[in-house]
């Protein structure tokens, strides 16, 4: 299992970036990914989730309407759009699997991260 975001950068307050998750080592249509983030010095949060078709998705108060989270089961890509940028959502932010091999129990694999920078 393989997962490698993309996307982060430095942005200013109000603007806007695309997260990018791509995954590989096992069957990502049958999966529900999850983005969350990392703060300096704070506790890693969960952002928002998405099921394996896409159909369903469910987000953190703080990225409500905000950020959508999307996916494209053809590239083996989930993606978060992140608008209206605050520097409060500067943080570390990671894709995530809970993949469950075959006789196994289920594990959660994580990107390395993608840092996002809100700050004028």
């Known amino acids: 299992v393989q997962l490698v975001e993309s996307g982060g950068g430095l942005v200013q307050p109000g603007g806007s970036l695309r997260l990018s998750c791509v995954a590989s080592?096992?069957?990502?249509?049958?999966?529900?990914m999850s983005w969350y983030r990392q703060a300096s010095g704070k506790e890693r949060e969960l952002v928002a989730g998405?099921?394996?078709?896409?159909?369903?998705?469910a987000y953190a108060d703080s990225a409500k309407g905000r950020f959508p989270i999307s996916r494209d089961n053809t590239k083996n890509t989930v993606y978060l759009q992140m608008n209206s940028l605050k520097p409060e959502d500067t943080a570390v932010y990671y894709c995530?699997?809970?993949?469950?091999?075959?006789?196994?129990?289920?594990?959660?694999?994580w990107g390395k991260g993608t840092l996002v920078t809100v700050s004028s």
């Open positions: 080592g096992f069957t990502f249509s049958s999966y529900a």
């Open positions: 995530k699997v809970r993949y469950t091999p075959y006789g196994g129990g289920p594990m959660d694999y």
């Open positions: 998405i099921t394996n078709s896409g159909g369903t998705s």
